[in-house]
């Protein structure tokens, strides 16, 4: 071999390994198998109340994710705030449109995300006669109605005291060791729908109603009663009391419905 040929070869193996090595600079990450999930994926959360949504991300060596507003990393005081840590803030006054896009998008690769759909809603009071489904007269009904109707959503809750069940518009006191028949009425609130307290899972026992629990006000408004024990340890302060669809996803809560008060308050 020609010592001119032998240079032609070298010169070229090096633009091959050069040639290699640029693709290997210029490479991205893929989103193939990377998953999201946003949790809940529906939730009606009236305006300036806060709201907890989660992320699952399957796929990734990185479980970090950036969340979005209405289409606006961090949010703004048009359609909410929330956090790196998905903590959600309602705007003061619903926002045009009412639904607000919830998004958490992976930092590992920017084409992966999933979304949630935030519907901001007004309340306003009245009082209703309710009936339930086993026989109770309930007085002095303060329902909380939104400006929407979706389709699942908390208008009240309160406390029954032997045959006699209200709501309050500030929602229910506990103490420390205590236990409380809670009364809801809402939309949507039928057999089927799982009820739930946030925070440490282990504050609050909840007791699932039966199907003779479940009723309705005299216009119509579906009801429930359903039994929760408080740990003599549990951690004094609001909760939410939430309720479920798990046929259809969708979750409503009363932000800061549950008051836990220290016993011997």
């Given amino acids: 071999m020609s010592r001119a040929n032998l240079i032609t070869r070298v010169f070229l193996g090096l633009v091959v390994v050069l040639s290699l090595m640029a693709a290997g600079c210029a490479w991205t990450p893929s989103s193939a198998g990377i998953v999201l999930t946003v949790t809940p994926a529906t939730a009606y959360i009236p305006v300036s109340s806060s709201f907890q949504f989660g992320v699952t991300v399957s796929g990734s060596p990185n479980s970090l994710v950036v969340w979005s507003a209405g289409g606006v990393v961090g949010g703004n005081a048009t359609v909410g705030f929330i956090s790196s840590t998905g903590f959600y803030r309602a705007p003061a006054n619903v926002p045009s449109p009412a639904k607000v896009t919830i998004t958490a998008t992976s930092q590992y690769d920017a084409v992966s995300s999933s979304s949630a759909t935030a519907t901001i809603v007004n309340q306003t009071s009245g009082a209703h006669t309710v009936q339930v489904a086993s026989g109770q007269t309930v ?24 045959s006699t069940c209200s709501t309050s518009a500030t929602g229910v006191q506990v103490t420390q060791g205590g236990t409380a028949t809670i009364f809801l009425v809402g939309n949507g609130v039928v057999a089927g729908t799982v009820y739930s307290i946030s925070g440490n899972s282990t504050d609050v026992t909840v007791a699932q109603p039966a199907g003779s629990q479940f009723g309705q006000t005299t216009n119509g408004t579906p009801s429930v009663t359903f039994n929760i024990s408080v740990s003599a340890t549990a951690a004094p302060g609001l909760r939410n009391i939430m309720v479920s669809n798990p046929a259809t996803g969708e979750l409503s809560a009363f932000v800061g419905g549950l008051l836990i008060v220290p016993s011997g308050q």
């Fill in 139 to 162: 007085m002095n009904i303060n329902v909380v109605v939104p400006q929407l109707t979706p389709t699942l959503t908390i208008y009240g809750a309160g406390t029954c005291v032997g």
